[in-house]
């Protein structure tokens, strides 16, 4: 399959692939074969490195054996090349929301980074007015990508972060990756907390971003019907495509810290 499909997303393949710490194995001998555009389910139980597997796909932690590739870029060889064509949502310690900001201005602050980080010299030195309306494109079409409507929200954008529900800050968090218009969007606990029809509603606007040619990479507990599976659950699971290894002793416990070891490494990339 080609690395990148006509829309801009990105294929994304692993054989093997597997991550170890100093307290175990965070995931190991996962599979992974989906195209561009594909929307990518990362589903286990808490505690089975699902966050760890996205962060090392998103080239956020260095796999410790196997390959995959991410737009044809190679793991775990290049990973500054991932992780500029992918973007990460709602993962905690990583992309936390600022409480005491209203929705606008971090909108505007992401808007600002992204055009200091990608841009060339001659764009940053337009006029200020193309700037602004470049902005102001940006923001738009990732709202309407996320599905959040700013007049919808109690005081519209300069509703704060802290009064918004919790699919409103999801879809804020994925509204703030796609500004960048990544190859790969990583999104972590996508149905944590969430009601049913909110919960259904959530995995519809992720379908649509991957109809749209952005490949979508999603942390769950239960994958949605149609998406492509990768399970971080033990072998005797129904569904796996991860395996364990059986000589590995460590517990849920290890697990966990080694994703905590994980974020704290993602926040420095």
Request: aromatic share 2%; net charge negative.
């Amino acid at each position: 399959m080609d690395a990148v499909g006509r829309e801009g997303g990105a294929a994304v393949t692993a054989e093997g692939f597997g991550l170890k710490g100093p307290r175990g194995w965070a995931f190991r001998g996962v599979e992974v074969d989906a195209a561009p555009g594909s929307l990518i389910a990362i589903e286990g139980p808490s505690g089975s490195g699902r966050t760890c597997l996205l962060l090392a796909l998103t080239g956020r932690m260095r796999a410790s054996e196997g390959t995959a590739a991410v737009g044809g870029f190679r793991l775990p060889k290049q990973l500054g090349a991932v992780r500029r064509v992918s973007a990460l949502a709602h993962v905690p310690g990583v992309t936390d929301l600022d409480p005491a900001l209203t929705v606008a201005e971090h909108l505007r602050e992401r808007a600002l980074l992204q055009r200091r980080f990608d841009g060339s010299l001659r764009s940053l030195l337009r006029p200020r007015g193309e700037r602004v309306t470049e902005a102001k494109l940006r923001i738009d079409t990732a709202l309407k990508a996320a599905g959040l409507d700013r007049e919808a929200l109690p005081k519209g954008g300069r509703t704060s972060v802290r009064d918004l529900e919790r699919a409103e800050a999801l879809r804020l968090s994925l509204a703030l990756a796609l500004i960048g218009r990544p190859l790969l969007l990583g999104v972590d606990d996508t149905d944590l907390k969430l009601a049913d029809a909110e919960r259904a509603a959530v995995w519809d606007q992720l379908r649509a971003i991957a109809d749209a040619g952005t490949t979508v990479l999603a942390v769950c507990s239960e994958a949605p019907e149609g998406a492509t599976v990768v399970s971080t659950a033990s072998a005797d699971t129904t569904r796996t495509t991860g395996t364990t290894d059986p000589s590995d002793t460590s517990d849920t416990s290890d697990t966990d810290k080694e994703a905590a070891d994980a974020l704290t490494e993602a926040g420095r990339a």
